[in-house]
């Protein structure tokens, strides 16, 4: 497909659980992004990585969440011990390389998690 | 702290209106300011993006302005129509990638 794939589309887990949501990004995007939104709010930003560089991971709400992305294309974001408040959407969007104003993302659907 | 907002109100109005939404910032030096589209059960998308040198950005009937000294950013839609019915998004970055979201303001074009 072309655009940016997010799996799974629905996620309903137990409290306590792990979970492991994963993203594919537009083919030769460099940067990749996650990010969530709850109901009603705008979106969170949780991680960014760009090419080869340090993920900057500074909007992850706690230490039970967590992002890989491997061979610089598919990412899995995975949240330990889920809690309630964890429910929400979680949307992956990637970018093009080479450009320094500011990229257009793309966004995936998103998958919806809820812990119940 | 950063904060951007946005009108919280669904905004309503007549097809063939011109739609404004407002997003204001405080707290943020941003370079780069941009504005996506929402629709139910999807991930946004974009629509136009506008520098922090750049006063006003058109693109067929969109048109954005920015005001830096406001800490401003207007989005207009002329000539509504039922299909721009959607939630709008402002999104604010220095320069990092790093972008902060406003909430969306729900807009409502009626027939």
């Known amino acids: 497909g072309a655009g940016v794939s997010q799996s799974p589309s629905n996620k309903v887990t137990e409290k306590g659980k792990d979970v492991e949501l994963r993203c594919d990004p537009i083919?030769?995007?460099?940067?990749l992004y996650w990010y969530r939104q709850s109901l009603g709010q705008g979106l969170e930003f949780l991680i960014y990585f760009q090419g080869n560089s340090a993920p900057d991971k500074s909007g992850l709400p706690s230490d039970r969440f967590s992002a890989e992305r491997t061979g610089g294309s598919v990412s899995t974001l995975t949240i330990q011990r889920t809690q309630q408040e964890d429910s929400a959407v979680y949307l992956c969007a990637s970018s093009p390389p080479g450009r320094h104003s500011g990229p257009e993302a793309f966004f995936g659907q998103g998958t919806r998690l809820t812990v119940v | 702290s950063q904060k951007i907002e946005q009108n919280s109100e669904a905004l309503n109005i007549q097809e063939g209106k011109t739609a404004t939404l407002t997003c204001n910032y405080t707290?943020?030096?941003?370079?780069?300011l941009q504005w996506y589209r929402q629709d139910p059960g999807r991930g946004p998308v974009f629509l136009l993006l506008?520098?922090?040198?750049?006063k006003e950005k058109r693109k067929e009937r969109l048109k954005v302005t920015f005001d830096t000294t406001l800490k401003q950013s207007l989005f207009h839609i002329t000539a509504s129509q039922p299909a721009d019915s959607a939630t709008y998004l402002c999104?604010?970055?220095?320069?990092?990638?790093?972008?902060?979201f406003g909430t969306g303001t729900r807009l409502k074009v009626l027939a």
């Open positions: 506008i520098r922090e040198n750049e």
């Open positions: 083919s030769g995007h460099t940067a």
């Open positions: 707290n943020y030096s941003p370079a780069y």
């Open positions: 999104a604010l970055d220095r320069g990092t990638y790093k972008y902060i």
